[in-house]
């Protein structure tokens, strides 16, 4: 074998429970005492804010564009011109999605929902 070939007793094996140095997590063996997870919530799953962040983004890339795309004569029938209708609908859902977007983060940082 070449000299660069790293045998087996050269590898790195990771032992959970185990520090860089080979002490214990926890036992005061070394400076570098740390607890893996020790500040980790529990996964609790969407809740309620995420859930309407879900439906926001469906109905932003589903119903309106879809709505659009099938009745492209409904900005007309309330009165908007082409030009104005096709610059203002794709900016109401991102604004939709954004703010609701915010909220959403901005609520979940606050430790709400």
Not at 48 to 73: D, E, H, K, T
Not at 91 to 101: H, T
Request: aromatic letters at 6%; charged letters at 15%; hydrophobic letters at 40%.
């Amino acid at each position: 074998m070449s000299s660069d070939t790293m045998t087996g007793d050269d590898t790195y094996v990771h032992r959970p429970g185990e520090s860089d140095t080979g002490d214990t997590v926890g036992t005061g063996g070394s400076d570098r005492d740390i607890t893996v997870g020790a500040n980790e919530p529990d996964p609790q799953g969407f809740g309620r804010r995420g859930w309407i962040l879900v439906g926001v983004v469906g109905l932003c890339f589903l119903v309106i564009p879809g709505a659009v795309y099938l009745v492209p004569s409904l900005p007309a029938q309330a009165g908007l011109p082409y030009i104005a209708a096709m610059l203002a609908l794709p900016m109401l859902p991102a604004l939709l999605l954004g703010l609701v977007a915010v909220w959403s983060m901005t609520a979940a940082t606050r430790g709400g929902d």
